[in-house]
């Protein structure tokens, strides 16, 4: 039997925005729609507000769609597609999964949002052509997904490739996993903002204020100012590091 040619429903699900989009087989979007995460009461309310957007797309798409992939930030279990994003705070061990099938009566799997780009850079983007890569994202986290021999690893409950949380710096700064040094504790934009307001309580020299952003943080490195600097050069360090050490693995 054929394969059949029709669209997939991608769904993009963070503590910060929700998208969603129809893709075709070629990778172009054929309709797409960004929202911020609302705060909403119930699990039931914000699944709705995802629901919604969904149909939106598919009316803008004017087309059906053959399957649903939703990348999700973590903890998560794959392949059950249970969901406790750390930022969505109604949304503890939610079945995501079966909430969407149930709903759009269409094959869906959701995955940990790091695996999905992993998966997107090795087919549309600086991954192309290879069949071993690591994808990384260095962001409000830092998280990664690896592909090995052309698949993607998933390993105990999802979690392979978690690259954010290999120590790079021992002693270093804490991390909320609980460890220390990890490099999501030293580059990610929340620990960056964490390790600055730390600085400054210990009496670091900065024209910056505790509880910058990382953004604010980039931009006082550029203009200059040696704890902002120092900030970026140590997170720098450890990324690269992790990088080396997941190389050598
Ligand atoms: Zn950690």
Request: glycine letters at 14%; hydrophobic letters at 45%; proline letters at 5%.
């Amino acid at each position: 039997m054929a394969v059949p040619q029709l669209p997939v429903l991608a769904i993009d699900v963070g503590g910060t925005k929700l998208a969603a989009a129809a893709v075709d087989r070629a990778g172009q979007l054929l309709a797409s729609d960004r929202i911020p995460t609302p705060r909403v009461a119930s699990a039931d309310d914000l699944f709705e507000v995802l629901a919604d957007q969904c149909r939106r797309v598919l009316r803008a798409a004017e087309t059906d769609v053959v399957a649903i992939g939703v990348g999700c930030g973590g903890p998560m279990e794959y392949p059950s597609g249970r969901v406790s994003t750390l930022n969505i705070p109604v949304w503890r061990d939610f079945p995501l999964r079966e909430r969407l099938v149930t709903a759009f009566d269409r094959p869906c799997v959701v995955d940990n949002d790091a695996n999905a780009l992993a998966l997107a850079e090795q087919w549309r983007g600086a991954g192309r052509g290879s069949t071993n890569m690591l994808g990384m994202v260095v962001s409000t986290g830092v998280g990664g997904g690896i592909i090995l021999e052309g698949h993607l690893l998933h390993g105990f409950g999802g979690n392979a490739g978690h690259i954010g949380h290999i120590v790079a710096w021992p002693d270093g700064p804490p991390c909320r996993c609980g460890a220390r040094g990890c490099i999501e504790g030293v580059a990610s934009g929340s620990g960056l903002a964490r390790r600055l307001t730390a600085a400054v309580a210990e009496g670091a020299e900065t024209r910056l204020v505790p509880g910058a952003t990382a953004a604010e943080i980039a931009v006082a490195a550029r203009q200059g100012d040696h704890l902002a600097a120092e900030l970026f050069r140590t997170a720098g360090e450890c990324v690269g590091r992790g990088i080396a050490s997941a190389w050598s693995l």
